[in-house]
């Protein structure tokens, strides 16, 4: 099983540069880094997990840039957000930065796309949240076009663009529907979900991985039912804090790779985090 980490990178953590080249030293399979461009102080949404928002969340240093720096220095680690909230970015700005990490980094590049919990931030790039999940399934059409390789046009409720030149295009090839780089969808399981996975990804990003047992072959049959290769279809725990029981039970279910926790701390705390995790590699 490949094991790569996810950490709220900011401006008082371990930089980029040092967390790639430890993370491929050791032998992890990847970096995922999540984005909030910011966290109004006003806001009336809770947390998700409930308490105080982590002072991290309104420090979180750019996913892309971020991920440029770590693509430089190294030549195996995987790269991946996680999540990119694909219904705040302008698509077409937001395709050419994909495009331009996974060429630059030789195809290494996941997008892992979601919709968010933040309802003031969303706000405040003009989401309406009760359309942003189909505000962001457009969007990744506009953006299939811009990648797609002869010029392609898109016409779609919230946004379009002319049949254009874009280059450079993702390395890997189309794959049934999925047109860029490798596409996992975050989020809570549920049957809209689940048809967004089926129509324009690679697979699913569950937050936890909590209650695999029982909705992995929910997903499973949206994916058949769509005509997607069986075999194609990926599933990636993310933020798990892993134990041997856990990682075994997720063989069992057929999974390849897992996004482990880090701590936004220090370099002394991460690496001795990375210490502890070495005995899953």
């Not at 806001?43 to 309104?58: A, K």
């Not at 962001?136 to 010029?151: C, I, V």
């Amino acid at each position: 099983m490949r094991i790569a980490v996810t950490i709220f990178l900011t401006d008082e953590t371990i930089t980029p540069v040092r967390l790639a080249r430890e993370l491929e030293a050791r032998g992890f399979a990847g970096l995922y880094l999540p984005e909030h461009t910011h966290i109004p102080v006003e806001r009336t949404t809770p947390y998700p997990v409930g308490g105080d928002l982590p002072r991290e969340y309104g420090r979180t240093l750019d996913p892309f840039v971020a991920l440029g720096q770590a693509a430089a220095v190294t030549e195996r680690l995987g790269l991946g957000t996680g999540i990119t909230l694909v219904a705040q970015h302008d698509p077409i700005d937001l395709a050419k930065q994909t495009a331009t990490l996974d060429h630059l980094s030789g195809g290494r590049f996941t997008l892992g796309v979601g919709f968010g919990w933040n309802v003031e931030e969303a706000a405040d790039h003009g989401v309406a949240w009760r359309t942003r999940r189909e505000l962001g399934r457009d969007r990744m059409a506009l953006m299939r076009a811009l990648w797609t390789e002869e010029p392609t046009a898109y016409e779609g409720e919230f946004g379009s663009v002319r049949a254009s030149s874009a280059y450079p295009k993702p390395v890997q090839k189309p794959r049934g529907p999925v047109v860029g780089p490798r596409t996992l969808v975050g989020g809570a399981a549920g049957p809209k979900l689940f048809a967004h996975i089926a129509e324009y990804a690679d697979g699913w990003l569950p937050i936890g991985g909590r209650g695999l047992t029982e909705s992995l072959p929910v997903l499973r049959g949206v994916w058949a039912d769509a005509g997607r290769d069986p075999a194609a279809l990926q599933v990636v725990p993310y933020a798990v804090f892993p134990s041997a029981g856990k990682l075994a039970h997720y063989a069992e279910l057929g999974i390849e790779e897992v996004v482990v926790q880090l701590p936004p701390a220090g370099e002394a705390e991460v690496l001795g985090v990375l210490d502890g995790y070495a005995e899953y590699l």
